[in-house]
């Protein structure tokens, strides 16, 4: 027979008394089952043997019926009445030996580690899977230990990197903070999926509350397991998935909501306009989660920052997080000021921001290098630019992007150079800004591939923008500025095919 495979995506842990009242145990799983659960742990705490059997026989039938395995807690011998597919122990229960000795080699045994000697010697006593926690505070266990974060699971997983077996995380995990415990902890291993009580077991949709979090599960478990992409995009298959997503764009119109700076709220409006999008520029703290919720995507633009709307903008994105809504952040004056430098690294640690769009100073301060800044604006180029964003998307998960002379966008495995533009764009206040406008249209219809909107905002900015500085009719910075807009307006297919000038870098 064998081990049967185990898809560790999305692993339900039950606990009943967090049930919303009136709401059955097995009702529960059957919901969180149609959601897209792929793996259950029934945890009995506080129940009798007979009880817990009945209980288990039922789930035991609804998880078969859903091709999902079934793992009891702790209990070898209910795991064994109910002949389901193994266990889950922890580090006071039977010892791993024991446990296989009474199961059998076909059933699966998962155990609890909290460090990294717990889990080499899980490694070392033969279970199948660690769930390793506590990654983030959590009320539903009384935790004595301490919590690892993001930074203390990064860890471990680096140094058992050389052994296959597959890790969970648990502890704290909801939607709000699924895609960074995946992508954030991933290094040269990553974790094969998450395990979570209270964000399905408490919610009065339970199968919502799956399907929500599997939507966001997958596509960063495809970009955390893939193995280096062998074959990357050619310039040419990209800039044709530019048109394809601009196409989209101006059928769609999504809503772009813009938590942005003073200077440019009004340019970013009308760019977002002309690029076919519906622009929003809503700063009230209380409507902040709402509008954010609805969007196609977010725009947070420090620019204006202060205290309270640093604050703003972490509602907003924690609901944009929470809502697959893409995150495209200006770090404006990244390494400027102290407070512009604290909330920028804030921000990257309590979001999962999905594009960071700076110049050349703001970006080599996210990643730490020190370049000299004349107020929001970064004075020279740097030579390894290409380096410093693949860096940066590697180490955040994110794709990263670099405006300059010439243009750098990466995802750390896929990284381009852009070579259209005009000088004259530094000659009007905001172009920047507006360039972050254009990726976050973009990035509303590309959310499989965001470095599409990447390598899209500079294609669109730089061919409109030597499109503009060539017409006649224009002046200086001024007509400029008009044009620019409207050139946005009129950017067709044939104009981006016949001007783009990308590279593949690496
Ligand atoms: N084990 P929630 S934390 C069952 O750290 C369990 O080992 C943990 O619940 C550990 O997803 C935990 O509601 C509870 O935070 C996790």
Request: net charge negative; charged share 25%; hydrophobic share 40%.
């Amino acid at each position: 027979m064998g081990k049967p495979t185990v898809d560790y995506s999305l692993y339900l842990v039950t606990d009943r008394g967090l049930l919303p009242e009136g709401v059955s145990l097995v009702d529960n799983v059957r919901e969180a089952l149609n959601g897209g659960v792929t793996l259950v742990q029934l945890r009995e705490k506080n129940t009798e043997t007979k009880e817990f059997i009945e209980v288990g026989r039922e789930i035991h039938q609804l998880t078969k019926q859903a091709g999902v395995p079934l793992l009891i807690n702790d209990r070898i011998d209910v795991a064994l009445a109910l002949d389901c597919e193994g266990v889950h122990i922890g580090q006071d229960d039977m010892p791993i030996e024991l446990a296989r000795q009474f199961l059998g080699p076909d059933k699966i045994i998962g155990v609890t580690a909290s460090n990294l000697e717990e889990c080499q010697d899980a490694i070392n006593r033969g279970a199948d899977y660690i769930g390793l926690g506590t990654v983030f505070p959590t009320q539903t266990k009384e935790i004595k230990k301490d919590i690892l974060g993001i930074e203390g699971v990064r860890k471990v997983l680096e140094v058992i990197a050389d052994n296959d077996i597959p890790v969970v995380c648990i502890g704290g995990i909801d939607e709000s903070n699924i895609e960074r415990a995946l992508l954030k902890t991933a290094g040269k291993k990553s974790l094969a999926g998450v395990a979570l009580v209270s964000a399905i077991i408490a919610s009065r949709e339970p199968q919502k509350a799956a399907e929500r979090l599997i939507q966001k599960i997958r596509p960063a478990l495809k970009y955390t397991l893939e193995k280096p992409i062998p074959s990357v995009n050619e310039p040419q298959e990209m800039i044709e998935k530019v048109i394809q997503t601009l196409t989209k764009l101006r059928e769609v119109h999504p809503l772009i909501h813009h938590i942005t700076n003073f200077v440019v709220i009004n340019d970013n409006a009308n760019v977002a306009l002309a690029m076919g999008a519906s622009p929003i520029m809503a700063d009230a703290k209380e409507e902040a989660a709402q509008i954010a919720q609805i969007s196609g995507a977010l725009v947070i633009n420090a620019g204006s920052i202060s205290p309270e709307r640093g604050d703003t903008m972490i509602i907003a994105g924690k609901s944009a997080n929470s809502h697959n809504v893409p995150i495209v952040f200006d770090p404006v004056g990244a390494g400027a000021t102290t407070l512009r430098q604290d909330f920028c690294g804030g921000l990257l640690k309590q979001l999962h921001l999905n594009i960071v769009k700076g110049n050349s100073g703001e970006i080599a301060t996210l990643v730490g290098r020190k370049i000299k800044m004349r107020g929001v604006d970064s004075l020279g180029a740097l030579s390894d630019a290409g380096e410093i964003v693949a860096e940066l998307a590697q180490r955040e998960r994110i794709v990263a992007a670099m405006s300059g002379a010439i243009d750098f966008a990466s995802d750390g495995k896929r990284t381009y150079a852009v070579e259209n533009g005009h000088p004259i764009l530094e000659a009007i206040t905001g172009s920047g800004c507006c360039l972050t406008t254009v990726i976050a249209c973009l990035a509303a219809v590309s959310k499989d591939d965001y470095l599409v909107a990447a390598v899209g905002g500079f294609l669109c900015m730089g061919i409109a923008g030597e499109i503009a500085a060539a017409r006649e009719d224009v002046k200086g910075p001024g007509t400029f500025r008009s044009a620019l807009i409207d050139e946005l307006y009129n950017l067709s297919p044939e104009t981006i095919r016949k001007n783009a000038k990308l590279r593949l870098v690496v």
